[in-house]
């Protein structure tokens, strides 16, 4: 099987996908776009990590899109993109634990001040706030896809009140009342872009903090700095942004109640990640059921 490999990312870590790749599947070879382009009736498989619009095309015999990344918002946004065609999206399980361990390391450093600590140490400070136990905190996690469910489920076992929302699911409000804490971890839609808005920040309780490891369009950036300034919220972790890398000035990077991270919550990791693309290509070669596919209507 004639696999295309394409998407951003640099040689060197194309190289290691490549490596990653083949070891999983010796049987299948690996295209780059100038190979599959002479090649191009005999792909019919391609592993992208958000290719640039207009990869894909010319590919008459294609049969299957399985993205590299989690999310496939970008990939969808591409309108050359050939209809008709699965989409698999990654499902990484080493990529689950990593995002569940910055969920449970940001709900940890809120609950118990860590990054207040942090800011008072830059000023000499000395001074400790009162020491509340988990089971005084509500988490809410927004999202219950695989990343959501293993997040929920590792901020569950240290003790906090948890509750999940699904946008097809209990209505929001509610829930947001009760939240100290939400993590963002819903796909990128139309549905859900800008749902973190001055609505979303109004409707949750004082000093309530947000976590966002979605999407940078989750947010309305402005609405989050405004609830932010008037004391509202008391503090944001941000791993995603709507232009990245987050660009210099940006007032995210020097607010004192902003953590910012440079979209490493949870890369997808090539050595367990082959394995799920090697399971994806042998079940088309097989005529067997592909996993994870993507519903377009949906858009994740
Ligand atoms: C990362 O953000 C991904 O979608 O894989």
């Known amino acids: 099987m004639k696999v295309l490999l394409c998407g951003e990312m640099d040689a060197a870590e194309m190289a290691v996908w490549r490596t990653a790749l083949a070891a999983a599947m010796p049987e299948a070879t690996w295209l780059d776009r100038d190979a599959a382009q002479s090649q191009a009736n005999d792909v019919q498989a391609a592993v992208v990590a958000n290719p640039a619009p207009g990869s894909l095309q010319g590919l008459p015999r294609l049969r299957l899109i399985q993205s590299l990344w989690a999310g496939v918002d970008r990939l969808l946004a591409d309108r050359t993109l050939p209809a008709g065609v699965p989409i698999a999206r990654m499902v990484d399980p080493a990529m689950s634990a990593a995002m569940a361990e910055t969920a449970l390391w940001a709900v940890l450093s809120l609950h118990r001040g860590f990054f207040a600590y942090a800011e008072r140490q830059r000023r000499g400070v000395w001074r400790q706030h009162v020491q509340r136990r988990a089971d005084e905190l509500q988490v809410l996690v927004l999202g219950q896809g695989e990343m959501g469910r293993a997040a929920a489920a590792r901020i569950a076992a240290l003790g906090y009140r948890m509750a999940g929302w699904r946008r097809d699911g209990s209505p929001l409000p509610p829930l947001l009342a009760r939240a100290d804490i939400v993590v963002n971890l819903l796909p990128l839609t139309a549905d859900t872009r800008g749902l973190l808005d001055a609505r979303f920040f109004a409707a949750l309780p004082p000093c309530a903090s947000v976590v966002n490891l979605g999407r940078g369009a989750h947010v309305v950036d402005a609405d989050l700095l405004a ?20 660009p210099a000035g940006h007032p995210f990077w020097s607010h004192p109640r902003v953590t910012v991270l440079p979209h490493a919550a949870a890369a997808t990791d090539p050595r367990s990640a082959a394995a799920v693309v090697a399971v994806n290509l042998r079940a088309l070669r097989d005529g067997a059921a592909i996993v994870h596919l993507v519903d377009r209507r949906r858009a994740y």
């Open 227 to 246: 609830a932010l300034d008037s004391g509202h919220l008391r503090h944001a972790v941000l791993d995603v942004f709507h232009v990245e890398p987050l």
